[in-house]
């Protein structure tokens, strides 16, 4: 079964506009962890925010904002006042567990930011 | 600070041979792990090392293998190369294994190979 899922289109988004992205995940655990990852064509895996199954804030970074609600299993990305520079495809994943590195990937939504 | 580097960025290969990627983690970083990126299957888990040993395996087959010295860095190798093989291969470091309070796992700009 699929753990994390990322069901949205290629997204068009307008410059200074805000956009959501969808991610919804699968586990049995108890303690997790969720991430977002931007890849810009060069290919690099850009660490974006992360969320641990415990926290009772939602994660915040700069422009990106984690909406995370545990029992809905979403953890959906915010990217307040976008810009050129974040089109790219950004991936949700999951690590189940704590002594781990393991991360299971969603398939990634591309986002193009338009001026 | 330098990030995650993995060498050769670009490579080249035929069926039946085999090919060694090599990741050098940020400095302090003691864990590696190793995913495959390709169109089909997306970005999969293949292993993760830390302090020299491996400590979580992905659903690949044996052809595929790795190891880590005890500087950190990494190094994965593909036997027998296939055509599917052909991939983008991540390389992410963390100073520790499993959760933190950041979660910070930084991945290098991958290795992309070719398989004719």
């Known amino acids: 079964a699929q753990k994390i899922t990322q069901t949205q289109p290629g997204m068009f988004v307008q410059e200074k506009e805000a956009v959501t992205l969808d991610c919804t995940y699968d586990t049995s655990d108890q303690s997790y962890g969720l991430f977002w990852y931007k890849q810009p064509s060069s290919g690099e895996m850009i660490f974006l925010i992360y969320?641990?199954?415990?926290?009772?804030q939602n994660a915040t970074e700069g422009r990106y904002s984690l909406n995370f609600q545990k029992a809905r299993k979403s953890a959906n990305l915010v990217i307040s006042a976008s810009q050129l520079g974040d089109s790219a495809m950004y991936f949700c994943?999951?690590?189940?567990?704590?002594?781990?590195?393991?991360?299971?990937f969603g398939k990634g939504n591309q986002v193009v930011v338009i001026p | 600070k330098a990030g995650v580097t993995q060498t050769p960025r670009y490579l080249i290969k035929t069926r039946g041979q085999q090919v060694t990627l090599s990741c050098s983690p940020i400095?302090?970083?003691?864990?590696v792990s190793w995913y495959q990126q390709t169109p089909g299957q997306g970005l999969q888990f293949l292993f993760e090392y830390f302090s020299e040993t491996q400590r979580n395996k992905g659903n690949f087959p044996g052809r595929f293998s790795g190891r880590q010295f005890s500087n950190s860095r990494s190094e994965m190798n593909v036997s027998t190369l296939e055509l599917g093989d052909s991939a983008l291969y991540l390389c992410?470091?963390?100073?520790?294994?499993?959760?933190?309070?950041?979660?910070?796992?930084?991945f290098g700009e991958g290795s992309r190979l070719t398989v004719l």
């Open positions: 400095s302090g970083h003691r864990s």
């Open positions: 992410a470091s963390s100073w520790t294994t499993g959760t933190t309070r950041t979660g910070e796992l930084f």
């Open positions: 969320q641990g199954s415990y926290d009772e």
């Open positions: 994943a999951m690590r189940e567990g704590r002594r781990n590195n393991r991360l299971a």
